[in-house]
Antibody, heavy 117, light 111 residues
Framework: QVQLVESGGGVVQPGGSLRLSCAAS????????MHWVRQAPGKGLEWAAF????????YYADSVKGRFTISRDNSKNTVHLQMNSLRAEDTAVYYC??????????WGQGTLVTVSS | QSALTQPPSASGSPGQSVTISCTGT?????????VSWYQQHPGKAPKLMIY???KRPSGVPDRFSGSKSGNTASLTVSGLQAEDEADYFC???????????FGGGTKLTVL
């Protein structure tokens, strides 16, 4: 069965950096695009970034563009989110999601990122 | 790109039907048949319930159905059950740059 397991969350000071990882299993990872979606405490979902199946193209929400970088390693079935210049408003649970039929058809359990001094 | 508009809350008694709306624009919901719906229980990850406006993934009860008219998509839950109490989010593809947008979410209460 499809499994997505995020890691790398934690507490970081404003202006700091953090790298999230998502380990995938149960499907042919190299055939699917992958997303990162975040959810601030008590708030709704916000799409953050997307990467093509082969890593050749990446897309970002305006709120993270220029600060976050999505990447993938198809040899390790892993997708990453490098987050730089973090702000308080980046505090959220970050989910990785598999792209399927123009939807997020599978989600990980999420990893919490807290930006605070 | 603005978020899609959902009512903050909805409710119904067990066995009843409830419909949740999701209003976008002619650039997203109205243009593409790529609306999806997600159920999220407290402290849990979202779960895909409907994709491509009307399609149900394997394992999702047929009590859940989706539709669209113009710039508004809808999720209908029939025969409400206690376990349907959750937050529901809609999402749409919005064209260029593989942009996805979400609604603000609707808290469904089973009375």
């Amino acid at each position: 069965q499809v499994q997505l397991v995020e890691s790398g969350g934690g507490v970081v000071q404003p202006g700091g950096s953090l790298r999230l990882s998502c380990a995938a299993s149960g499907f042919t990872f190299s055939s699917y695009g992958m997303h990162w979606v975040r959810q601030a405490p008590g708030k709704g979902l916000e799409w953050a970034a997307f990467i093509w199946f082969d890593g050749s193209k990446t897309y970002y929400a305006d709120s993270v563009k220029g600060r976050f970088t999505i990447s993938r390693d198809n040899s390790k079935n892993t997708v990453h989110l490098q987050m730089n210049s973090l702000r308080a408003e980046d505090t959220a649970v970050y989910y990785c999601g598999k792209d399927g039929s123009w939807a997020f058809d599978y989600w990980g359990q999420g990893t919490l990122v807290t930006v605070s001094s | 790109q603005s978020a899609l508009t959902q009512p903050p809350s909805a409710s119904g008694s067990p066995g009843q039907s409830v419909t949740i709306s999701c209003t976008g624009t002619s650039s997203d919901v109205g243009r593409y048949n790529y609306v999806s719906w997600y159920q999220q229980h407290p402290g849990k990850a979202p779960k895909l319930m409907i994709y491509e406006v009307t399609k149900r993934p394997s394992g999702v009860p047929d009590r859940f159905s989706g539709s669209k008219s113009g710039n508004t998509a809808s999720l209908t839950v029939s025969g409400l059950q206690a376990e349907d109490e959750a937050d529901y989010f809609c999402s749409s593809y919005a064209g260029s740059n593989y942009l996805r947008i979400f609604g603000g979410g609707t808290k469904l209460t089973v009375l």
